[in-house]
């Protein structure tokens, strides 16, 4: 099957700060990207999106930017709770009505 | 409204036997896809059914397959497991295949291949 990477990093967050989670996409040509979150156990939850012809978009408590020069996506979390403690994927598509590719994810741990 | 399910959460099976994993979408969603969650491969993306049709198809060999039925409802089958598909199985729905639609995932469905 086609993979993205092996590594899984991982970012630890004092309650109340703010987190960064970064992403580098593979495809310059991708279209669209989104950001999901997985907690053990339970599939992965859709989080924020962005079309790349927008380089922010807020949601609650979370941004999401987008730098197409360097091909690079971030989610911010304000004010990070435990409860934000999970696995977060970025992920791409080429076209609307391509296959989706996701990261390797990044292991989000909230310290209270 | 109920989300996704997957049925049967957890499967055990022996190498060279095979699986059908069932996933019944969202009601009124239209689109499913399938992935593979693996902690050496990550997520990575099976096929997509839409409207009993499949648009799309990832990168894995012929013994992975798959259908939709006219209720939308999904099954996947693995035939002659090998011990490297032992994975998580998830199955994702959304309202129609024009790709900025929400995906929303079901639980999946655990398979370990003895």
């Known amino acids: 099957g086609e993979s993205v990477g092996l590594h899984l990093p991982t970012l630890s967050v004092q309650e109340g700060d703010n987190s960064i989670i970064n992403c580098a996409y593979s495809?310059?040509?991708?279209?669209?990207f989104i950001w999901y979150k997985q907690e053990s156990g339970k599939g992965p939850q859709f989080i924020i999106d962005?079309?790349?012809?927008?380089d922010k978009r807020q949601g609650q408590r979370v941004t999401v930017l987008l730098n197409k020069t360097v091909k690079h996506l971030s989610l911010q979390i304000a004010a990070t709770q435990p409860g934000d403690s999970a696995v977060y994927f970025c992920a791409e598509k080429k076209t609307s009505y391509d296959k989706v590719i996701f990261g390797p994810g990044t292991s989000l741990s909230v310290i209270p | 409204k109920a989300g996704v399910t997957q049925t049967p959460r957890y499967l055990i099976k022996t190498r060279g036997q095979q699986v059908t994993l069932s996933c019944s979408p969202i009601s009124g969603h239209r689109s499913v896809s399938w992935y593979q969650q693996t902690p050496g491969q990550g997520l990575q993306f099976l096929f997509e059914?839409?409207?009993?049709?499949?648009?799309n198809k990832g990168n894995f060999p012929g013994r992975f397959s798959g259908r939709q039925f006219s209720n939308s409802r999904s099954e996947m089958n693995v035939s002659t497991l090998e011990l490297g598909d032992s994975a998580l199985y998830l199955c994702?729905?959304?309202?129609?295949?024009?790709?900025?639609?929400?995906?929303?995932f079901g639980p999946g469905t655990r398979l370990t291949v003895l």
């Open positions: 059914y839409f409207s009993e049709t499949q648009r």
């Open positions: 994702a729905s959304s309202r129609d295949s024009l790709g900025t639609d929400t995906q929303y």
């Open positions: 495809n310059s040509a991708s279209d669209y």
């Open positions: 962005i079309r790349s012809n927008m």
